[in-house]
């Protein structure tokens, strides 16, 4: 059974940083396409950052390019986002996607991870 677990939001203020990661569990890591999404109060769920098997691919949505970076550690199944200079519109529930490369449909959500960045 996959688990992803996510960790490390919190609060912030405006201009600061958080690691977030995603420990996954019950599957062959290397063969899965990492995601973040975020979904904040009365919003979608939007795609933040990406990133390919390997990580030689990743892409990052426009709103946090410069300021986000996405890695992945297929040794520990972890996944990393590393959020630099955040603002209070970063504020959301950040949530970790697996999705099995060539299945579209075999797609695994964690239970996500408060993110508040507030003066």
């Known amino acids: 059974q996959v688990q992803l677990v996510e960790s490390g939001g919190g609060s912030v203020q405006p201009g600061g940083s958080l690691r977030l990661s995603c420990a996954a569990s019950?599957?062959?890591?290397?063969?899965?396409?990492m995601s973040w999404y975020r979904q904040a109060p009365g919003k979608e769920r939007e795609l933040v950052a990406a990133?390919?098997?390997?990580?030689?691919?990743?892409n990052y949505a426009d709103s946090v390019k410069g300021r986000f970076t996405i890695s992945r550690d297929n040794a520990k199944k972890t996944m990393y986002l590393q959020m630099n200079s955040l603002k209070p519109e970063d504020t959301a529930v950040y949530y970790c996607?697996?999705?099995?490369?060539?299945?579209?449909?075999?797609?695994?959500w964690g239970q996500g991870t408060q993110v508040t960045v507030s003066s």
């Open positions: 019950g599957l062959n890591f290397a063969n899965y396409a």
């Open positions: 996607n697996a999705r099995l490369v060539g299945m579209p449909d075999n797609t695994n």
């Open positions: 990133i390919s098997r390997f990580g030689r691919s990743t």
